[in-house]
């Protein structure tokens, strides 16, 4: 595998082509953003460890027969993955309340909700990425109602098996977003996961181990995603880029 020609820069990771049409190198940042880029800043080694957090999570859902784009791991900050055409609808999975949908419906944080809850997000930074339904997702043509059922069924599902999984390593599920693309005519989930796309909770206190960090000024980013990380290998403080 030869890294070639850049493709594409987001907020979290930059898209390199490789020597293999069907193949691109994701290279993770350590830029954080929030609030549509509003704020931003630069946290050493988040990149590396969004990388490592990642695989790890797309490798334990390929175990459990979830399609993914990742293939393998190429350095600290890059894995080798599907060339996907993205499907600009993010599907956001929820189990209790919190962030925006407790602004919206009024529902305090933290309450648990009674039933999983689906909701769907067109993927545009510059309209702030609406919520949007089915039926816009139809009108504009964005997935066929075959792909959005697959998107809904592994979402779930992907839900099913990371809710007990993390739950043994004293982290509750609290929500999380998904992107699914497009590859040989199949639906594969894509992008990260990782706490920039997921909220993580300590089971015991309570306390935040994800973006939420970040975005209220809460400080401690980078230590609270390293100790996910420890929680998910089962080992010491994970060792980074630059450490020995």
């Given at each position: 595998m030869?890294?070639?020609?850049?493709?594409?820069?987001?907020?979290?990771?930059?898209?390199?082509?490789?020597?293999?049409?069907?193949?691109?190198l994701v290279e993770f940042k350590d830029d954080a953003t929030a609030f549509d880029g509003v704020k931003k800043d630069r946290l050493e080694d988040k990149g590396v460890l969004n990388n490592r957090l990642s695989a790890h999570f797309f490798s334990l859902l390929e175990q459990h027969g979830i399609n993914t784009h990742y293939i393998k791991t190429i350095s600290d900050r890059e894995m080798l993955v599907k060339s996907l055409e993205i499907i600009p609808v993010e599907v956001i999975v929820r189990n209790i309340a919190a962030g925006s949908l407790s602004k919206r419906l009024g529902i305090p944080e933290k309450t648990e909700l009674k039933k999983t809850v689906l909701e769907f997000s067109l993927?545009?930074?510059e309209l702030h990425d609406p919520m949007i339904n089915h039926y816009?997702?139809?009108?504009?043509?964005?997935?066929?109602?075959?792909?959005?059922a697959e998107m809904e069924r592994v979402a779930l599902k992907v839900n099913e098996i990371l809710v007990p999984y993390?739950?043994?390593k004293n982290i509750v599920l609290v929500d999380f977003k998904l992107?699914?693309?497009r590859h040989n005519g199949e639906i594969v989930l894509g992008d990260e996961i990782s706490p920039d796309t997921c909220r993580f909770w300590d089971s015991s206190s309570g306390e935040k181990m994800d973006k939420d960090r970040f975005r209220r000024d809460m400080g401690g980013v980078v230590e609270a995603y390293r100790e996910v990380l420890r929680r998910l290998e089962g080992g010491e403080n994970p060792a980074v880029e630059g450490e020995s």
């Open positions: 030869q890294k070639k020609d850049f493709l594409y820069e987001g907020k979290a990771k930059i898209i390199y082509r490789t020597d293999d049409p069907v193949h691109v993927k545009d930074d816009h997702i139809y009108a504009m043509d964005l997935a066929k109602p075959e792909e959005m993390l739950k043994d992107e699914f693309g």
